[in-house]
């Protein structure tokens, strides 16, 4: 479907607006109302056209009998309804994609809903989707409005079963729900740090495909702030009674809290069968275990669990007054995991002897052992007093960090509601982070130093993660400084600041800074005895800092991670996957055999078939890294099946799914390039760049995938093309400070020798002046091959024959490679023009095992100037 110009949407607008006036007055007076009104022609047609669609008996978009199948959204045809709400209906549909046809779930906006804000309402839904990238949240893969105003979303069809329904049909035990559950506490989390608040999380809303794989779905009433302008009474109607928090309906400002809320609802249901029983404002909640007391009730089997523990954490994350719930959804994923491995909860008040009944509990063997060996009493008095004291200790840590986190969620809150930008629009979440970082640093830091730093440290780690590298950086540091005082209170904090700013220091290209708080971060994780996940993850990092300059420590700190994990729990896990990877890296350095990177490469791959589904984003991923070691030995029947693979997995994903599918087809076309399948390459690039022009990705991998196509223009003649795929790829560089990387000195150098072959020398010159490598260094090939064919070009013969020499040296023919070839004919060329037979026949000695290889078999066969300056 075209899209509409700037003209047509306006009036589309316009007639939007009257159209929502219309719905909201009474049937009697809407006649009179329409013939009192005079806008523009254009603007009576389509109002005249809403209003005669929604007055037709069989309104398409209200119809219940499958009256929208067959029709088009974009590039969506739908086919049967899957379910309907007040303000959707949800129907599958498909899209032609490439040579695959693509599924998906389209939620179309009901005419019913389109009064009373629900047009408002469903466009900040796809605001939300397409600003949320979790494996927990339903991604948003297309919008657009049709011809006739109708607002639609593309998801990713999930064919799932709802949370509750599922859990009852298989009769799961608590810890297994628990288990399960946690996976939407961590959706959630996701939502709120990066300022979104779903507000209707229910059973209906959370779907588990077969794999157990959670899928948080319809954040329709979501939000990134408070939007002032939503009426009370139509958000009233979208809530779900039993599940929106007491303070949602009495139409307060909504805050974290009310997912919390819905949270403890959700597990309320699933783990008694029912939503938390109403009752009179003010009233407690009736205790979750009184409900499935009774031996006949279905989920008796949940009794002892909720009595024993899981009673306080519900009550508390159900708590009438927001600011006695848990203070995030983090919070309450971290009480329910202290729980499943059998330490003292924090909803219940830590006394001693609750505390010492966990350890017990905790350690069986231990404690028997203990009083078997009690013959000394004030041996066994000196170990309780220990414990009490260190009870106390955690007690007082454990109220340190609540306090805490429950002054930075009050904190945030007001941030949400203060924040006031242009009139008639929303907060950006920039905005409310700029306002939460000033509020932090103007008020808090004076009152409460801790709880300041803990705000920019989140305001930090979400601007690094919206691009907002200079004021992160500001955040993170002024951060780092509030806790430094207080390393023993805060070592994990600490930690995290430094892995962040460590993160920057990578991005910036600073690799001395980063390694100095990737290491900081490794000995501050010792101080707070940090999980062995965490501990690994920073020691991976630090490996990678060490890779380009030091890449035998690297080898040497990958081998020492890999060796540990063996026999852990984080043998064949994510974390023993990126160690691995890191090896191969290093290995990758001169001096190392390629070959000894074949069996990590397959065990990398093995691991990845294990811990990933064979629809991941993760499993796509990894098979595209791999291809590069297969490919870079000959390998290329191996690297290409693999890459086909990858392209395979990533139609499948719901993860990323549009930047994955444009990753695979340029790995792909990447494999076909380097076997000089050109014309089979340039559609995996074209469909690669679309994809990622789509999505706004201003990555590397966007940069070399612009870069792969641009080469494959210039061979195959396209210049004009090429060059305007250099200068994206070079504007992405550029973007990330990457101008005298070795990527961008050889775009400028494939830049310079399109030119050439367009007969612009100037241009060429201008391009080559423009790019010097830092001293020391060498130029990569394609720059330094430029700068020979700017001498021939400018009869310049002797030069040329010298530098090409040069470059035939470092570069010797390969069956792994063919941009080898390019001094090699260009050699061959100058040989040819200067008459000197003895240097061709040198020239087709030295490389006589490759003289059947395109298209070095042409120019040395018959040299000319098309034939050796081609593209291999």
């Given amino acids: 479907m075209p899209a509409m110009d700037a003209e047509a949407l306006a009036q589309w607008r316009i ?182 608040i779903h507000r209707d999380l229910k059973p209906s809303n959370v779907l588990v495909d077969a794999g157990g794989h959670v899928r948080l779905l319809d954040f329709g009433i979501g939000q990134f702030a408070d939007a002032g302008g939503e009426r009370t009474q139509t958000l009233w109607r979208a809530l779900t009674p039993g599940y929106a928090a007491p303070e949602q309906l009495r139409g307060a400002p909504p805050t974290t809290a009310v997912d919390v809320y819905g949270l403890g609802a959700l597990l309320h249901r699933l783990l008694t069968g029912r939503a938390p029983q109403g009752t009179a404002e003010g ?23 909720l009595r024993n523990d899981l009673d306080r954490v519900l009550l508390k994350a159900l708590a009438e007054e927001p600011g006695q719930r848990y203070p995030s959804a983090e919070a309450l994923a971290a009480d329910l995991r202290r729980w499943l491995e059998g330490r003292p909860i924090l909803a219940q008040k830590p006394r001693l002897g609750y505390r010492l009944r966990k350890f017990v509990l905790r350690n069986t063997l231990g404690v028997a052992t203990a009083c078997l060996l009690a013959a000394t009493v004030a041996a066994g008095i000196g170990a309780t007093v220990w414990q009490a004291d260190l009870a106390r200790r955690e007690a007082a840590h454990a109220r340190d960090r609540a306090q805490r986190a429950e002054a930075v969620r009050d904190f945030l809150g007001n941030a949400f509601v203060s924040t006031r930008p242009a009139q008639g629009r929303v907060p950006d979440m920039l905005e409310v982070v700029a306002a939460s970082a000033r509020g932090a640093r103007e008020t808090l830091a004076a009152t409460d130093p801790l709880a300041a730093a803990d705000v920019l440290l989140l305001t930090g780690t979400v601007r690094a993660n919206l691009d907002a590298i200079d004021e992160a950086e500001a955040d993170l540091r002024q951060a780092l400084g509030l806790l430094a005082p207080h390393e023993a209170r805060a070592a994990s904090e600490l930690s995290r600041a ?88 290093a290995l990758a350095t001169p001096g190392h055999d390629a070959r000894t990177r074949l069996p990590i490469q397959e065990e990398r791959l093995r691991i990845a078939r294990k811990i990933y589904d064979d629809d991941s984003g993760g499993y796509a991923f990894t098979l595209t890294d791999v291809t590069h070691t297969f490919a870079g030995l000959g390998m290329f029947d191996r690297a290409e099946a693999l890459a086909r693979e990858a392209v395979a997995v ?49 990555g590397l991998a966007t940069e070399r995938c612009f870069r792969g196509s641009a080469y494959v223009r210039a061979a195959l003649g396209q210049h004009r093309d090429a060059l305007d795929d250099l200068r994206h790829a070079g504007a992405l560089l550029a973007r990330h400070r990457r101008t005298l990387h070795p990527d961008a000195l050889a775009g400028c150098g494939l830049a310079a020798s399109v030119h050439l072959r367009g007969g612009d020398r100037a241009a060429a010159a201008h391009e080559l002046a423009q790019c010097t490598p830092p001293d020391g260094a060498d130029p990569p090939l394609a720059l330094a091959q430029a700068r020979a064919e700017l001498l021939l070009a400018q009869g310049d013969t002797a030069g040329a024959t010298c530098l090409a020499a040069e470059l035939r040296g470092r570069h010797r023919p390969a069956e792994a490679a063919r941009d080898w070839m390019r001094p090699w004919m260009l050699s061959m060329l100058l040989a040819r023009q200067a008459g000197d037979a003895a240097a061709q026949a040198a020239l087709a000695t030295e490389a006589s095992g490759f003289l059947r290889s395109p298209p070095l078999a042409a120019c040395f066969a018959a040299p000319t100037e098309a034939d050796c300056l081609a593209l291999p």
Wanted: net charge neutral.
């Fill in 15 to 196: 007639a939007d607006a009257l159209f929502d006036q219309w719905l909201d007055l009474p049937e009697a007076g809407r006649d009179a109302w329409l013939a009192a009104q005079a806008p523009d022609p254009p603007v009576r047609r389509r109002l005249e056209r809403m209003i005669a669609a929604h007055r037709r008996p069989d309104a398409a978009l209200d119809a219940r009998d499958g009256g929208l199948a067959g029709r088009r959204f974009g590039d969506w045809t739908l086919e049967e309804e899957l379910g309907r709400g007040g303000m959707a209906v949800v129907h599958r549909a498909w899209r032609e994609q490439g040579m695959a046809r693509q599924q998906a779930a389209v939620k179309v906006l009901t005419l019913g809903a389109l009064g009373a804000t629900g047009r408002e309402r469903f466009q900040r839904e796809a605001q939300i989707l397409a600003r949320l990238n979790h494996p927990n949240v339903t991604a948003l893969v297309d919008s657009g409005v049709a011809e006739d105003g109708t607002c639609w979303l593309a998801i990713p069809l999930v064919e799932g079963e709802r949370i509750d329904r599922w859990c009852a049909a298989r009769g799961l035990d608590a810890r297994t729900i628990v288990r399960l559950y946690l996976q939407v506490c961590d959706a959630a989390a996701y939502a709120h740090r990066n300022l979104v």
């Fill in 650 to 698: 990533a139609d499948r994903t719901r993860q990323r799914p549009a930047e994955l599918k444009a990753m695979t087809r340029c790995n792909l076309a990447l494999v076909l390039q380097q076997r000089g399948r050109l014309q089979e390459a340039l559609p995996l690039y074209d469909a690669g760049n679309t994809l990622l022009l789509a999505g706004s990705h201003q």
């Fill in 498 to 585: 430094h892995w962040e700013l460590g993160r920057i220091a990578r991005h910036r290209g600073d690799r001395d800074a980063a390694r100095e708080h990737i290491q900081r971060t490794v000995a501050l994780n010792a101080l707070w005895d940090a999980p062995a996940n965490e501990r690994i993850r920073a020691r991976i990092s630090l490996g990678e800092t060490l890779l380009a300059e030091e890449p035998a420590r690297a080898e040497a700190l990958f081998r020492e991670i890999v060796a540990e994990i063996q026999g852990t729990e984080l043998e064949d896990s994510l974390r023993h996957l990126n160690a691995l990877n890191g090896l191969s890296i």
């Fill in 283 to 305: 009233a407690q909640t009736t205790r979750p275990s009184l409900l499935v007391r009774s031996a006949g009730d279905a989920y008796h089997r949940h009794y002892v669990p």
